[in-house]
């Protein structure tokens, strides 16, 4: 099992972006993908984008509607680290920021259940 931990959260005006990286430590063989998802407050967790890290798919990337072409993902290999870019942030945005990852089959993905690690969250808010 690998250990994640998030960085790059914190206020930010609406318009702006912002950059979350996630680091994982262990073995990172074990894992296929890293995933962003996010909760806010009173909702459930919610997929936001994920990527493969190995595989026949490696590099490949998916994500939610609701963010895609405003959010991307990216993994640096060597760093074992990924990267949630975000851009035009809106109010609707404010929420705990996760970093997943584990072994999930392509119908998993998007799915809580499809990952076995996750980092402790860091917060992201959106204000004026």
């Known amino acids: 099992q690998v250990q994640l931990v998030e960085s790059g959260g914190g206020l930010v005006q609406p318009g702006e972006s912002l950059r979350l990286s996630c680091t994982a430590s262990g073995s990172d063989n074990s894992i296929n993908a890293m995933g962003w998802f996010r909760q806010a407050p009173g909702k459930e967790r919610e997929f936001l984008a994920a990527?493969?890290?190995?595989?026949?798919?490696?590099?490949?990337?998916y994500y939610a509607d609701s963010v895609k072409g405003r959010f991307s993902v990216s993994r640096d290999r060597a760093r074992s680290t990924v990267h949630l870019q975000m851009n035009s942030v809106q109010a609707a945005d404010t929420a705990v920021y996760y970093c997943a990852a584990g072994r999930p089959i392509l119908s998993s993905l998007s799915t809580v259940r499809g990952y076995t690690s996750w980092g402790q969250g860091t917060q992201v808010t959106v204000s004026s």
């Open positions: 990527i493969r890290w190995s595989g026949g798919s490696y590099g490949n990337t």
